[in-house]
């Protein structure tokens, strides 16, 4: 796994990510599709552990360039998911963007677990992408 690599990931997670939601906005999927929600967390889940796995061991940033555990690769993925999931419904509530007050909370339930399986997804990736550079 390459760091160039992963930025081209991240890349095509942003453009991802930015069209379901532009596309949500400009057609109402979120108010017509009640599931649609799911997509854009999920992909921004795996946005966010990915990133955050980069900018830790990747980059060059924050420490060397050295993969720890896979145990622990797994957890930062997860983890990072889950506190920017959280952070970002904080930001929502805070902001008033909560368009269905007697249905905010699910809601808000609903996109941290689509947010954290988008990190447990990115767990499992960085895992085994790291086990498959380590034997060669």
Known sequence: MSRNSLLYIL????????ALHG?????????????????PHTFG????SLLSVWLWYFSGYLGKHSLPRPALLFWVAILSALVIGIGWEVFERALGHTWSPEGYW???????????????????????????????
């Open 23 to 39: 596309s949500a906005m400009a057609f109402s999927l979120y108010w017509h599709l009640s599931w649609f929600d799911i997509l």
């Open 106 to 136: 699910l809601d808000t339930y609903g996109d941290i677990i689509s947010d954290t399986v988008g990190g447990i997804v990115t767990g499992l990736f960085v895992v085994r992408a790291s086990r498959r550079t380590s034997s060669h």
């Open 11 to 18: 890349a095509g997670l942003v453009v991802l990510v930015a």
């Open 45 to 48: 889940g795996v946005f966010v």
